[in-house]
């Protein structure tokens, strides 16, 4: 998506009028954007500071305060290993352990082909399904860490 495609995002959202106020379309605008670039930059944040007369230290403020977003380049696949309680006691520490080993990353890194993001996550509300991983939007529950090459594999991991 160009940037002058990303402002027609934008506009086409406002034109929705679902909020009353123009900054409460901040969120859904940096999700537009997450989905849309491989990282969401300073011109990025410009175009949503602009259309929705938000100060671009407001729109970075909240850029980079929730972990869904990126301000840094991110892979094409995120994957988030949660590490929260539940998943904790039922092996969520080995699996992102053995991810990382697997992809030969830190969490928090990207591999150098740019295919994968690993992301220690708190809680994705998939609890009842402990251990759980979420690969973009795909969801894997009860994850045991002898899955996890086939699991990458789907998206394009040689081994
Ligand atoms: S504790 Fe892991 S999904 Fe809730």
């Known amino acids: 998506m160009t940037l002058a495609e990303f402002r027609e995002e934008i506009r086409k959202l406002k034109e929705t ?27 990025v944040m410009r175009v949503v ?8 230290v407001e729109v970075e403020e909240v850029a980079r305060f929730y972990a869904m977003f990126h301000t840094e380049k991110k892979g ?24 990382c080993r697997l992809l030969n990353v830190k969490p928090g890194e990207t591999t150098p082909d740019g295919l994968f993001t690993v992301e220690e996550y708190e809680c994705m509300g998939l609890c009842d399904g402990a251990p759980a991983v979420t690969v973009n939007e795909d969801r894997y529950t009860n994850v045991e860490v002898e899955e996890l090459p086939e699991i990458l594999k789907k998206y394009g991991w040689k081994g």
């Open 17 to 43: 009028k679902k909020y009353p106020e123009l900054k409460s379309y901040l969120l859904p605008a940096l999700w537009i954007a997450e989905k849309n670039f491989p990282a969401i930059t300073h011109d």
């Open 49 to 56: 500071s602009e259309e929705l007369s938000v100060p671009l």
């Open 76 to 99: 094409k696949f995120i994957i988030r290993v949660c590490t929260n309680l539940s998943c904790m006691l039922r092996g969520g520490e080995e699996v992102l352990s053995e991810l």
